[in-house]
């Protein structure tokens, strides 16, 4: 069965240090990958996605995410992380079959002054 | 504006009492969802359609119903709500390739 796994509960970064998410999929065929963000008491933004190609790809907000089908893996990166980047952050595969989006447990992301 | 709207945003009710919230999209998406997002378990799809008279079950289908007449809008039901079935829902809808586009949430208590 598909699956997505972020190992990461909390997460507690500097402001303008790195930020690294991690991300792994359980996906029979080639996956489509994406990665949300929600900000408190908002919904779920689409910050990118997956489909095939460039295994690096671009998002808003200055974020990018790296597949790696060898590792089963699409961890999410940003260079410098600012203040307003404090949120909980899904990781989620697409069944293309069936159109259904199977989210990771979420990493909530901290930022210190 | 691409959205997707969901009414009402918050609601409170009683134990048995029907209810309706709906969704609607105005992207012409195939693809629609709810979610129920709650503490310490993420988010849970509850019903999808993948096009008009198209719906199957989620993950965590007990104690709700769909519809999808029109491609554009999807309303979760719930016959008789019972208070575990308080949580904040979300609503979406994507394109078959599409990255998904989410309502704002239907925070919804039973008491």
């Known amino acids: 069965a598909q699956s997505v796994t972020q190992p990461d509960i909390h997460i507690t970064v500097s402001e303008g240090a790195s930020l690294e998410l991690r991300c792994n999929y359980s996906y029979g065929a080639t996956p489509y990958l994406f990665w949300y963000v929600q900000s408190p008491g908002q919904g779920l933004q689409l910050l990118l996605k997956y489909f095939s190609g460039d295994t690096l790809v671009q998002g808003i907000k200055g974020f990018e995410a790296e597949f790696k089908r060898s590792q089963s893996s699409f961890n999410l990166r940003k260079p410098s992380v600012h203040w307003s980047d404090a949120a909980e952050y899904f990781c989620a595969v697409d069944n293309y079959n069936t159109g259904k989006l199977i989210f990771g447990q979420g990493t909530t992301l901290q930022v210190k002054p | 504006e691409a959205q997707v709207t969901q009414n009402p945003r918050y609601l409170i009710t009683v134990t048995g009492k029907k209810l309706t919230v709906t969704c609607s999209q105005n992207?012409?998406?195939?693809?629609m969802s709810w979610y129920r997002q709650d503490p310490g378990l993420g988010l849970r799809q509850i019903y999808y359609?993948?096009?008009?008279?198209?719906?199957d079950k989620g993950d965590v289908p007990e104690g709700y119903k769909v519809s999808r007449k029109e491609k554009r809008n999807f309303p979760l039901i719930l016959e008789s709500p019972s208070p575990n079935q308080t949580s904040l829902y979300f609503c979406?809808?994507?394109?078959?390739?599409?990255?998904?586009?989410f309502g704002p949430g239907t925070r919804l208590t039973v008491l």
């Open positions: 359609s993948m096009n008009v008279e198209v719906t």
């Open positions: 979406a809808s994507r394109a078959r390739a599409g990255g998904g586009v």
């Open positions: 992207m012409n998406h195939e693809y």
